[in-house]
């Protein structure tokens, strides 16, 4: 699976850990920042979403401090749903009820070992479809 991934300089660290963690199982596009150096989040959430409108089959992690910037950003773009998961459980529900398409985390309020169940979670929960699907059908505006 193709995976785009980006933050800002608080979501730096925690970008890396997750590239070296998930090395093995991924196909990786890493849209920056590429140091601690103070940035602006959209500056890179920006590039990943537009990569990830444009692939229907690619995902996205989004990291900044909060993840709510990141995750804002991203869902101005068409095809994007990027949810904001902190627990197994919501990150889970974003992919069977809402679809998402980009998981945004909050590096200032997660360990590196929930992020990598987060991960997990999100790229092996399917979407149920079903009643979810006519829910999800509407979220774009044409």
């Known amino acids: 699976m193709k995976v785009h991934i980006a933050s800002d300089h608080a979501g730096y660290e925690l970008k890396e850990a997750v590239k070296q963690h998930f090395s093995m199982g991924y196909e990786w596009e890493d849209h920056g920042t590429f140091s601690t150096e103070s ?9 990943l979403a537009d990569a990830v409108s444009k692939d229907v089959t690619a995902r ?7 993840g709510n910037g990141v995750a804002i950003t991203a869902n101005k773009h068409a095809n994007v749903r990027a949810a904001l ?4 459980d ?3 529900l974003a ?3 809402n679809d998402a398409n980009v998981l945004a ?6 360990d590196q070992a929930t992020a990598f169940d987060l991960i997990s979670t999100f790229f092996n929960t399917s979407f149920e479809g079903g009643r979810h699907e006519r829910r999800v059908s509407k979220i774009n505006i044409q």
């Open 39 to 47: 940035v602006d989040y959209p500056d890179f959430a920006h590039p």
């Open 60 to 66: 996205g992690i989004l990291i900044c401090g909060t």
């Open 85 to 88: 998961c902190w627990n197994h």
């Open 90 to 92: 919501i990150a889970a």
């Open 95 to 97: 992919r069977q009820h």
């Open 105 to 110: 985390l909050p590096a200032r309020f997660i």
